[in-house]
């Protein structure tokens, strides 16, 4: 008979070995002992199990003394693959992972300008395209997370605030996505997905605490506080765009749009550079930036000015959360110019020093963090322990295009 503390003794076991065959495969049963302390009888039943079930297979054998050899052990890529997605207004990414993590197909199309359902009914094509074109069985697509921008309820899935893709906000996002792939599929807020890919394979990799700012047309944050995402209450935990620094800070506009987004999203960096007196052919932030690289004394005016607004901002971040590290992302975050600014400001407004950078994957960090999340979850499902808190670690190979 098993009683409740042997079947969790079980998991535990389970649980190590498949995080050590994960991060350290091919590995032996010898080899697989001694890094998880299990002993030879509680190493073999498992390895069996896994084996049985179809996530551990052998791969070859150690070359050792003359004579002796020992049957490696490897995760069984090709058991089952997760589905990470990067929703935007004008474009749809889709990557495909095999259960290591690794990218098998990957493919990029305009997003359906229809939106609504017609752009869930396009991700499920893609995805199924995806795995045909990978020799992949649709039906071992085990886990699909989605990143979409606007605000996530992390309860329902339910999307609010998404004017660049049309009718979204008015759809059942997770139902409708769920019954055409018939499982339960994941939505995130796209920049918390940015955060999750610079931890795992860019910027913030190995760091605890620590911010995604994505700066462009508008503002967003993503957060991990002790190695995990922070969500909030409502899943608006990051909307930055409302802290209350800048000039505008009790109008409509500031209510609508947020007093920091209208101080530094793109549109109200071109419009402080035309009150200022600047070239009024200048129409976009490439152009201001531009004129700064020419000498602008308007443009640098501007632009130094942004800097001082975003070091305020950060400040409050390195007050409230206390943050390593501040991965600077999206069109203008990513923009050396701009962060050597922001660099050179925070002394004089926080004594606390917070590492700031540019991120690494640039636009591909939203992708790789839904295809960190999705493989995470698979891992957990297949792996993990039912209602005990922590994730398995993920592996650390680096996630690369199919197509490279």
């Not at 229809?114 to 085990?142: E, F, M, N, W």
């Amino acid at each position: 008979m098993i009683t409740g503390r042997s079947l969790l003794v079980r998991q535990f076991s389970r649980r190590a070995v498949a995080e050590a065959l994960l991060h350290l495969g091919p590995i032996s049963r010898a080899e697989l002992a001694k890094e998880t302390g299990l002993s030879k009888q509680t190493m073999s039943e498992v390895m069996a199990a896994l084996e049985s079930e179809g996530w551990a297979r052998p791969a070859g054998r150690t070359s050792g003394a003359v004579g002796r050899s020992a049957l490696r052990y490897e995760v069984a890529r090709d058991a089952a693959f997760s589905l990470g997605v990067d929703l935007g207004g004008t474009k749809v990414i889709a990557a495909l992972a095999d259960l290591a993590g690794d990218v098998v197909a990957e493919e990029t199309e305009p997003t359906d300008r229809r939106g609504g359902r017609h752009v869930l009914d396009q991700i499920h094509a893609l995805a199924s395209r995806l795995a045909k074109g990978a020799g992949v069985d649709p039906a071992r697509i085990r886990s699909v997370v989605i990143g979409s921008p606007g605000v996530v309820d992390p309860l329902t899935g339910a999307i609010g605030l998404v004017p660049n893709i049309r009718g979204l906000s008015d759809c059942d996002v997770p139902g409708v996505l769920g019954a055409l792939f018939g499982l339960p599929v994941a939505i995130e807020n796209d920049v918390n997905l940015a955060m999750l890919g610079e931890a795992w394979q860019g910027a913030a990799r190995g760091v605890e605490n620590a911010g995604f700012l994505a700066l462009g047309t508008g503002a967003g944050l993503g957060l991990i506080i002790n190695g995990k995402l922070a969500r909030g209450a409502t899943g608006a935990a990051g909307e930055i765009a409302y802290l209350p620094v800048g000039r505008e800070t009790d109008t409509a506009a500031a209510r609508e749009i947020g007093t920091f987004e209208l101080e530094v999203g793109a549109a109200g960096i071109v419009r402080r550079y035309r009150e200022a007196g600047g070239a009024p052919e200048v129409e976009t932030v490439r152009e201001g930036f531009a004129r700064l690289e020419a000498g602008d004394a308007t443009a640098v005016t501007v632009i130094d000015e942004t800097a001082r607004i975003i070091a305020l901002a950060v400040t409050a971040l390195g007050a409230i959360v206390d943050p390593e590290m501040i991965v600077f992302g999206g069109s203008i975050g990513i923009r050396e110019e701009l962060i050597g600014r922001v660099r050179a400001v925070m002394p004089t407004v926080f004594e606390r020093p917070i590492h700031i950078t540019a991120s690494h994957l640039g636009a591909r960090a939203g992708l790789v963090g839904a295809v960190s999340s999705a493989v995470s979850r698979l891992h957990n499902e297949i792996f993990g322990i039912p209602n005990l808190p922590g994730d398995l670690a993920l592996p650390a190979s680096p996630l690369q295009k199919a197509a490279e």
